[in-house]
């Protein structure tokens, strides 16, 4: 932590022209924005209209704003946006496909090995955790939707009206915030122990080019949501466990740190040289294209979520092979 602080005071006495986190302001909106406004009709109105994709964008640098929250929330909170990932791919010895099933597990097999999730951060896990969270969401307002339209008493239908009116706002917010993290993920140097400088291979190197490459370049490139549309990769359902598509990610954004190094030894990032553009346009278009595939799978997934008191799967409700009642959800 004493390292990462001492990287964040370093950017700003080097005279960025704002606080440099992942991508900056500019660069996590793209993400957001443009993952968002490339979602397909199979999801819902509510988290494809003009104001949802604007707020989702907006949402973007959300994280980051709250980094000021406090010593204890800041503390807990900041290693979410980084994992320190060796050369290997590795996390203190433990492969991305490897990972435990917990943060607990994860601090736990650090610690062993002489580390800790505060010094390593969990990135991996904020990915899985939102994703987690939205399919539950989705699959509330799924159920509240088919009560608001089908529920055989009409104090019930009015119920879930209110409930799915809320369940949107509250989607929303979990999808803005948690793309953050997305975007976090696909910046090279948020995924490797070269966050702050690389001496062993570019020693002459006067500063590091973190926070130039994901602010200052974003926008002397011309960074643009069109832009970065531009360069989306198209949408290939995942095959095996959302766990196994975070390890994809974290490690393909990995392979693009060296690059990085070799851009700004070469002046390429101060001078936004065209393959420097190239390369933070092409990042930024990786992480639009992880939120869009990740809603997207996150949604298909939410219809066999099993909610409610008793738990019954979405696709049951909305097939009619059970009731649905609003006591089911009132009290759980």
């Known amino acids: 932590m004493v390292a990462r602080l001492a990287a964040f005071v370093l950017i700003v006495l080097l005279g960025s022209a704002s606080p440099s986190f992942a991508w900056g302001a500019l660069g996590h909106r793209l993400v957001s924005g443009t993952g968002a406004a490339a979602l397909p009709t199979s999801l819902p109105d509510f988290v494809r209209s003009a104001t949802a994709i604007a707020e989702i964008g907006d949402l973007g640098p959300e994280a980051d704003r709250l980094k000021s929250s406090g010593r204890t929330w800041n503390s807990d909170d900041d290693p979410g946006h980084y994992v320190d990932l060796a050369d290997d791919g590795t996390a203190g010895g433990i492969a991305l496909t490897a990972l435990p099933p917990s943060r607990e597990a994860f601090d736990t097999a650090l610690r062993s ?24 969401d989705f699959a509330y307002w799924r159920v509240f939707a088919y009560g608001a339209a089908h529920a055989a008493d009409p104090g019930d239908r009015a119920f879930f009206a209110v409930e799915k009116t809320l369940r949107e706002t509250l989607t929303l917010r979990d999808i803005g915030y948690w793309s953050h993290f997305v975007g976090d993920a696909s910046q090279p140097l948020h995924v490797s122990i070269h966050f702050n400088g690389w001496t062993e291979k570019f020693p002459n190197l006067a500063k590091d080019p973190h926070g130039r490459f994901e602010t200052t370049l974003v926008r002397a490139g011309g960074a643009t949501q069109a832009r970065v549309a531009a360069r989306l990769a198209p949408y290939a359902p995942w095959t095996g466990t959302y766990e196994s598509h ?87």
């Open 113 to 136: 090995a002489g580390s800790d999730q505060y010094k390593m951060g969990f990135l991996p896990y904020e990915l899985i955790d939102g994703y987690e969270q939205i399919t539950t």
């Open 246 to 332: 975070v390890a994809a990610y974290l490690r393909t954004t990995l392979s693009f740190m060296p690059r990085v190094y070799e851009l700004d030894a070469a002046g390429g990032i101060d001078g936004a040289s065209p393959d420097a553009v190239n390369l933070m346009l092409d990042r930024l278009a990786a992480g639009a294209s992880m939120l869009r595939d990740s809603l997207v799978d996150s949604w298909a997934e939410s219809g066999a979520k099993k909610i409610g008191f008793p738990a019954v799967a979405v696709n049951e409700i909305e097939s009619g092979v059970r009731p649905l009642t609003k006591a089911m959800f009132a009290g759980d």
